[in-house]
């Protein structure tokens, strides 16, 4: 496997009125090629923010990298020069599917215009793209590719609209595609459908996927490796199949048994995620974990490595074979 | 919906009174008119719908978006008028009532909206949003005013000194609270939730479907969930009603729908919501195509122009609704 993209240590915060927000604490994450890491975690959990300093696009100047590294295809993006990034990575080696299409689209252009604008970028020949343009829309399921590029953005419907993003997110044949939360505002029929097509774009084009969701079942399906995040912070990060048989960190635990069970008995976790202004001292999960003990208070939890590729960041976690989802099913 | 009474059964009994019934349901709007003003193309929103739902029960409505399920519940309280058919609500057609009763009637019916972040006025303080339906309905003395919304505080899990703040401090889960709670101080019957848990992350979601659960025992309340999610209407409800393109396609009990479905709308419904997989195992079936324009609804089945076994006939009549031996009600060629 070649590796793609990996962060260390990368912490960002945000300065606010009320005082300094600490979205994300020391992350690190790699992604190969060909592969599929979903991000998962609540909302505030820093999915997004993860995603946005990838791109190195934090808001400025409230929001600030405090340290880390984000190594792409072996060169460091945060040592980047703008115009170099901007140039080579934003929107071309790296693309982003948006979650809501029709906020992301301009409503004054027709779809086939603002499609064009990504390919003028590349000053790639335009005969050759517009060839490539429909039959990438065709492969995407939206047939009649030349009437739709015609229209504007409010007379598709939410599932075209969203088939067109992810048109434009391939079209400068990118390494590495974002996926912040691209199937949330739809339909679940009209989701399994999204899950199929990147799941088919990233086994015929060899792109890797960093798919952003708050739903455990969506990244079971998509993903090959998972990195569930809390309060700014990796828990759990291990291949898909494994999160669910061999669940490590307590809140991945709590999380799985939060979903609808055949059995009808409703769990939470109890508790609210805690003010990232003022996160919790030692593990950021300890308030609200029913196995905390003195030194998860005392002490931050690293990333430590209990199998092939499976990484928890708990000071106890739990044995082979204690998964919720192994005993329900 | 569902079972139809036995013979010789009383339908006074209390527990057993069908609180809620509607006959032929129909809401069309105009979509298109002539250059003399008259109506010339219809969409078909609630093109036909009969359902029965008893005190205490769950009933779970899912459907795409676009299947109506919006604008039946909207007929349900009695905001729209229906093009044709009657909603009884406790035996009475609500909508033959003078409008001063029809008022009265939201006391009983109460609707929870989708979001509730922008369905609270925004300048106004919570206390007020919550004391507002008590003054309108003068349903407690001005004394009692305080003192209910209080309770209703307290019910939903949020702390008394709350209802100061204005709409936009609090937080998704907490804003859902609130919906609830206004709905709730008028103490309703029968209260219809519009996808209640939607955009929610899980664990607040279990908390929310855990508070229905207990309110809906604390005050003898009958629900109507609507929700796009299978999953979480497995957990809620008792009967669930599958709707397409403005029609009831399989309604019945929960645990016979939704474990042997027999529609193929439904199949595929089910089949498309994502679930942990087991390892290794992948599917890739799913409904293809997307719900077409209701303005334009397909002739016989509405299902066939997406369904994977439709025949000859199914293009050209609409089936009929059958009744099956475990109380379900389908309308399929097949059956």
Redesign the interface.
């Known amino acids: 496997m070649v590796r793609l993209l990996e962060v260390s240590e990368l912490t960002v915060h945000f300065e606010t009125d009320r005082g300094e927000v600490q979205a994300l604490d020391k992350v690190n994450l790699y992604l190969d090629k060909g592969e599929v890491l979903a991000l998962v975690g609540?909302?505030g959990s820093g999915k997004t923010t993860l995603g946005r300093a990838i791109l190195n696009v934090i808001p400025f100047p409230e929001g600030k990298i405090i340290e880390g590294r984000i190594l792409f295809q072996g060169r460091s993006l945060l040592e980047m020069q703008e115009e170099e990034c901007n140039a080579v990575i934003r929107g071309k080696a790296i693309t982003l599917i948006p979650q809501d299409p029709f906020g992301s689209a301009n409503p004054l252009f027709t779809l086939g215009t603002q499609l064009r604008d990504i390919f003028k970028a590349s000053r790639d020949d335009g005969r050759e793209m517009e060839k490539k343009m429909v039959g990438l829309l065709t492969q995407l399921q939206l047939p009649d590719a030349g009437e739709l590029l015609c229209k504007y953005p409010h007379e598709l419907?939410?599932?075209?609209l969203q088939r067109m993003m992810i048109a434009a997110s391939l079209l400068p044949a990118p390494s590495l595609i974002i996926a912040d939360e691209p199937t949330?505002s739809l339909?679940?029929?009209?989701?399994?459908?999204i899950?199929?097509l990147i799941r088919k774009m990233v086994k015929e084009r060899g792109v890797s996927v960093l798919f952003i969701t708050?739903?455990?079942?969506?990244a079971?399906?998509i993903s090959d490796r998972i990195l569930v995040m809390y309060a700014g912070q990796v828990m759990e990060s291990s291949p898909t199949?494994v999160l669910?048989?061999e669940t490590a960190h307590p809140y991945a635990r709590?999380?799985l048994e939060?979903?609808?069970?055949?059995e009808?008995t409703?769990?939470?976790?109890g508790g609210m995620v805690p003010n990232l202004i003022n996160p919790p001292k030692g593990c950021r999960f300890h308030p609200r974990c029913e196995e905390a003990e003195p030194s998860c208070v005392s002490k931050r939890p690293t990333l430590i490595q209990i199998a092939a590729d499976h990484w928890v960041s708990c000071h106890n976690p739990a044995r082979k074979g204690q998964s919720p989802?192994t005993e329900r099913? | 919906m569902g079972e139809l009474p036995q013979p010789g059964e009383e339908r006074t009994e209390s527990v057993d009174r069908a609180i809620l019934r509607t006959e032929n349901l129909k809401k069309y709007f105009p979509s298109k008119r002539s250059f003399f003003g008259q109506d010339v193309r219809w969409l078909k929103a609630v093109d036909g719908i009969d359902l029965e739902l008893k005190e205490g029960d769950i009933l779970g409505i899912v459907g795409?978006?676009g299947s109506g399920k919006t604008t039946l519940a909207k007929l349900i309280q009695g905001i729209y008028r229906p093009t044709e058919g009657a909603v009884y609500f406790k035996d009475i057609n609500i909508h033959d009532l003078p409008s001063r009763q029809m008022r009265g009637l939201w006391r009983e019916i109460q609707y929870v909206y989708q979001n509730p972040g922008v369905s609270f006025d925004p300048w106004w303080k919570v206390e007020r949003s919550l004391e507002e339906p008590l003054k309108i309905h003068k349903a407690v003395s001005k004394g009692e005013i305080k003192k209910r919304v209080g309770e209703i505080v307290a019910c939903v899990g949020l702390e008394q000194d709350h209802i100061y703040r204005y709409p936009h401090e609090f937080s998704?889960g907490q804003q859902r609270r609130l919906a609830l709670a206004r709905a709730l101080v008028l103490r309703p019957s029968l209260i219809v939730l519009d996808e209640p848990t939607s955009?929610l992350?899980?664990?607040?979601?279990?908390?929310i479907?855990?508070l229905l659960?207990k309110l809906r025992n604390e005050f003898g309340l009958t629900y109507i969930f609507i929700s796009?999610?299978?999953?979480?209407v497995?957990?809620m409800s008792n009967k669930i009603a599958v709707m397409y393109l403005g029609a009831v396609v399989e309604s019945g009990p929960t645990e016979s729908i939704l474990l042997k479905p027999k529609h193929h709308y439904t199949q595929?419904?089910l089949?498309?919501?994502?679930?942990?997989?087991?390892?290794?195992e992948?599917t890739?079936v799913?409904?293809?195509g997307?719900?077409p324009d209701r303005g334009d609804v397909p002739s016989g089945c509405r299902f066939w122009p997406r369904c994977p076994s439709a025949s000859e006939i199914c293009s050209k009549e609409s089936p009929a609704i059958k009744i099956l031996e475990d109380g379900r009600k389908i309308s399929c060629h097949e059956f």
């Open positions: 609540e909302s419907s939410g599932g075209q949330t339909d679940v029929t009209v989701e399994a459908q899950l199929y708050h739903n455990l079942a969506v079971s399906k199949s669910f048989s709590k999380l939060c979903l609808p069970n055949p009808g409703i769990k939470d976790i989802w099913s | 795409e978006s998704g955009g992350d899980v664990s607040i979601q279990a908390t479907l855990k659960r796009h999610d299978l999953e979480v497995r957990m595929l419904l089949a498309a919501v994502p679930r942990i997989r087991p390892l290794g992948e890739d799913f409904i293809q997307e719900i």
